[in-house]
């Protein structure tokens, strides 16, 4: 039994900090927001006062936040406060630069770290089926995948610190390119007089296949479990897929990158949220480009 603290429980980190729970470990767990304090209590997590005590006798440490700077700012709170040695794990998704910062500030305690951004969303961490994606050395990354199993299907280790983070967003810029192009393919389709189904025969079948059509299809029927199918509810909403845009291009700016296309995505994503679709499942982004609303 590893004593883990868990930082950030809300829709993801509650079902991963469960199943950390269900897998024999003690959990001492911190969150801003009382009602989901109440949801970990119940899940087994032994609830902390502030973000210093949940870490104060822990072995490792995993941090699940909205953005960059927070996860930087706990960090600075707990890393002094942190044991001689503790692992830190942080699986928030941020940017590249932010992330190697949180990593020197865990190095500048002797505290080993990695990044360990997630794919999968919320059925995945509750299926404890995550891909975890994740960067820093070696030895950090041995002493964490132990740790991350029961979360995940699989893990990947993609490099030096901060690499977790480069895979996640040029993953999920593939991702919101891929969708706006399966969306704007079925738009034409109906305009030419073709059914959906025709459409997606073809093209799940030919050079035009991806996960965007034959996973997460943007037109209900041809695949009954996406989110299509239940008026677009997330699944993954539209809100996240814009942070992921919008990290990519800080990304793509920052290295010299050029992402023409990340950068349309981005814009058009950026427009669909504006429009009051930011809790919408991404792939309603069909619904802008028709004109319509979801
Ligand atoms: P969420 O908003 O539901 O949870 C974030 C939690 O962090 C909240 O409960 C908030 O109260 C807490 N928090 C913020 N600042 C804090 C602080 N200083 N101390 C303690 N707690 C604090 O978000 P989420 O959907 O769980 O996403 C978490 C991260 O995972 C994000 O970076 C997101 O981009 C990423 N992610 C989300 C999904 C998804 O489908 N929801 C999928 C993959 C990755």
Redesign the pocket.
Known sequence: MTTIAF???????NPMAANLVKAGHAVHG????PE?LTVARDHGVVIMAN?PAAVKDADVVIT????GK?VL??YEDIAPRARKGALFIDS???DVESARKAHAVAAKHGLPSIDA???G??GGAAAGTLTFMAGGSDDAFAAAEPILKPMAGRIVHCGGDGAGQAAKICNNMILGISMIGVAEAFVLAEKLGLSHQALFDVASTSSGQCWSLTTYCPVPGPVPTSPANRDYKPG?AAA?ML?DLKLAQEAALGSGAVTPLGAEAAQLYALFNAQGHAGADFSGIINFLRGSNP
Do not use: R, W
Not at 7 to 13: E, F, Q, V
Not at 30 to 33: A, K, P, V
């Open positions: 930082i950030g429980l809300g829709n993801m980190g911190f969150d801003l927001m989901n973000a699940m936040l909205p953005g927070h700012s706990v928030s998704t941020i951004p997630v794919s969303g919320t993954f996240l942070k």
